[in-house]
């Protein structure tokens, strides 16, 4: 059995149109969707934004099953500008699994392997993520992946964590972070939202391009996950 951690389901949409034999769960409070890619067979966990819900989430999922591994997936921030949207990240620091061999099964794709930084916020200061990328090491951000890692260790589950950038100092959200997403509430608030654009109807257009470009990063973070889990 794989895990496969999504924080979000807006990331995880492309891929679960791919499982077969799919089915909803409840376990230990927490839902879960179960299926199959290919032979493997998989459970799915999305652990919300932030370290608060995540690390109680996935206790829960980690609880009562032994995974043979957990792929921790999903968006990433790039800290500069050499890492596209669309490009893939395997996070060097996190991932205790052989990333030698899960790259060569990537080569047709744009892929990095290098540390990850997990932050408590969304950053979206373009000098912000500058001084990030100087002072820890890392070309990339998430908000979960370092509570997972360590939920991984402590039930001796191999990790690998793979991650698509949604996001780059030069091509940032089309809104303040805190107007996109209520960590609080782990929802958008649309009235806050379409309120934002009311006021700045000049950066609807940034809305669409970003729409645009998650949507291409999904579908590449799909295609990638598929190959990594027909290697394992």
Known sequence: MIGVTFALPTESREFLR??????HTDRNGVRTIRGKIDDRALEVLHTGVGERICRQRLGKFLQDQQFDYLISTGFAGALND???IGDLLLAENFSTVDLSEMRSSLSNLPIHIANLLTVPALIDSGNERTKLAHTSGAVGVDMETEFIARACAAHSVPL???RVISDTPRELFPAPANVL????QQRTRMRRLAKYFLVHPNHVPRLIRF?????????ILTSALITLINKL
């Not at 997403?181 to 609080?184: A, G, L, S, T």
């Not at 729409?211 to 579908?219: C, L, S, V, Y």
């Open 18 to 23: 791919c499982l077969r034999d799919k089915s």
């Open 82 to 84: 050499d890492l596209q």
């Open 160 to 162: 690998l964590s793979l």
């Open 181 to 184: 997403f209520d960590i609080e």
């Open 211 to 219: 729409a645009k470009r998650i949507a291409r990063a999904r579908k």
